[in-house]
């Protein structure tokens, strides 16, 4: 699988590339009926504040993609069916093929954690605990990298469709005083649909970020829940069997 960068740069320059092509379906549109013809129609009336933010729904797009990519398939685990079978090895004391599990999804939020932890399974209960902190906090920022973004481009879209809004205002309003009064009506109009296509695509952007935040935010929330709720497992596992074997140790030297 390519890398994150990698990722969200190809899409990101894919999605980039859509804004010259609908400049150009904007200035050939012909007469015909369609659906690029309705797009083209309305770029082509909203001005150029569209165009601007073609870039920030190229942005939050190419986000939202390389989120869903990692967050779903590559960091993500069935967190039941997984911590059951470290369970069993844990408890046969297989500590070795516990690891090689967790190193069948060397890239997934749990696995690495848990991993952490197996590896310090025979050095006690304190550093066990310190290993599984120090991958936590390794592995949350990672799953919550650029989502937060998604909100400040739903804002940025949002204002630059309000911007879009003023400067249509204020080309209608101050187009009408330099025409003749037959093309007033037209003129005025021309640029109020310019002020309402801009603030509606600025709207639409917005609404598209903000969906992906608030999904990829409780998909995060849920894999940061499982390690916390497993890492704990996992302690409590690897603490009582040093336990039990201590006391074992004990009973076979005073027999």
Known sequence: MLPRKAIFKHALWGLLLLVPAVAWAAEEGGEGGGIMNAIAEFFDAGGPFIYVNCITLAWGIAIIIERIIFIFFRYNVNADTFMAQIQKLVMANDIERAIKLCNAAPAAALPKVVKAGLTRANRGEIEIRN???????????????????????????????????ITGLIHAFGAVGAVSA???????????????????????????????????????KKIIDEIDQYSVKLENMLITRGRTGTAA???????
């Not at 290993?131 to 949002?158: D, F, H, M, S």
């Not at 109020?192 to 998909?219: D, K, R, W």
């Not at 140790?249 to 027999?255: E, F, K, L, P, Q």
Request: proline share 1%.
């Open 182 to 220: 037959e093309l007033k009506a037209k003129v005025l109009a021309q640029g109020v649909a310019e002020a309402m296509y801009t603030t509606a695509f600025g709207l639409v952007i917005a609404v598209i970020c903000m969906v992906g935040h608030m999904f990829l935010t409780n998909m995060t």
């Open 131 to 165: 290993a599984v902190e120090e991958a936590t906090l390794e592995i949350v920022p990672v799953l919550q990298k650029r989502t937060g973004n998604l909100a400040q481009i739903a804002n940025l879209a949002t204002l630059l469709g309000l911007l879009g809004t």
């Open 249 to 255: 140790a004990v009973d076979r030297m005073g027999g």
